[in-house]
């Protein structure tokens, strides 16, 4: 099983590149692992919020492929204590999916059209973080969740 973490939206942040760099490496050491960036949307100054999360649904849904299991990460979505979300994650790499994605939308979140093909939503916090700083936390849980499957010291209970 692949998995993904995908964002719409570049970071310029050298502290943001270096942190999704650390964890996305530590990951390869478990399961084949990626990031993408889905790119920003051009004139996005000139277009109202919804338009703007409608060309960045199509990019996104255009990118996907049948197989994947699509995971949103949204500020509605099932909380998870860190060996929740680990068990959350193992049942996942046992179903039949060729790919779990994890996506980060754009500042305005989702369209519909990205919310009817997401197979779940998953919430790191009630708190509002930047959606470059979720980049880290996200990769950094996922990492956290192999080390708990794998009974290795990093997390403690």
């Not at 692949?2 to 719409?8: D, H, N, P, Q, T």
């Not at 204590?81 to 790919?99: G, N, V, W």
Request: aromatic share 12%.
């Amino acid at each position: 099983m692949k998995a993904a973490l995908w964002w719409v939206g570049d970071t310029s942040f050298s502290y943001i590149q270096e942190g999704q760099g650390i964890y996305a490496k530590r990951l390869e050491h478990f399961l084949p692992f990626e990031t993408y960036t889905i790119p920003d949307v051009k004139n996005a100054k000139n277009m109202p919020e919804e338009r703007i999360k409608k060309k960045e649904g199509e990019a996104i849904l255009k990118k996907l492929d049948k197989g994947d299991c699509l995971l949103l990460l949204d500020e509605r979505g099932k909380e998870f204590s860190s060996i929740k979300f680990a068990k959350y994650l193992e049942q996942q790499l046992q179903m039949s999916h060729r790919r779990i994605v994890f996506l980060i939308g754009g500042a305005y979140g989702f369209s519909d059209e990205v919310y009817a093909r997401a197979n779940g939503k998953i919430s790191l916090s009630k708190m509002t973080f930047s959606h470059q700083m979720v980049r880290v936390f996200a990769l950094e849980q996922i990492y956290r969740a192999m080390t708990i499957l794998r009974n290795m010291p990093y997390h403690h209970a």
